[in-house]
C-alpha cells in the first residue's frame, strides 16, 4: 500500500496498488503560481519536472490524466 503523491515517486512503483475506495469526488495535484511569477525560469523547470513525473507514472497507472 502507498499513502502520498505519486510525485514524490521516483516512477518505478511496482508495488503500488489502487485502493478500493470511492471517494465520489476527482482527486489530485495542483501547482498554483502568481501570474506575475509564471514565467520565471525556477517556476517553469519546476513545472516541467513535475509533469515529466505524472508522465513516467502514466506507463504504470494510465487512470493519471494531466489537465493544462
Known amino acids: 500500500m502507498h499513502v502520498g503523491s505519486v510525485l ?23 501547482l498554483i503560481v502568481k501570474q506575475q511569477h509564471t514565467n520565471q ?5 519546476l ?8 508522465v513516467d507514472q502514466q506507463t504504470q497507472h494510465p487512470e493519471i490524466q494531466l489537465l493544462v
Do not use: C, H, K, M
Open 41 to 45: 525560469p525556477s517556476v517553469v523547470s
Open 8 to 30: 514524490t515517486n521516483n516512477g518505478y512503483t511496482p508495488d503500488l496498488v489502487p485502493l478500493p475506495l470511492e471517494l465520489g469526488i476527482e482527486t489530485g495535484v495542483a
Open 47 to 54: 513545472s516541467a519536472a513535475l509533469r515529466q513525473r505524472l
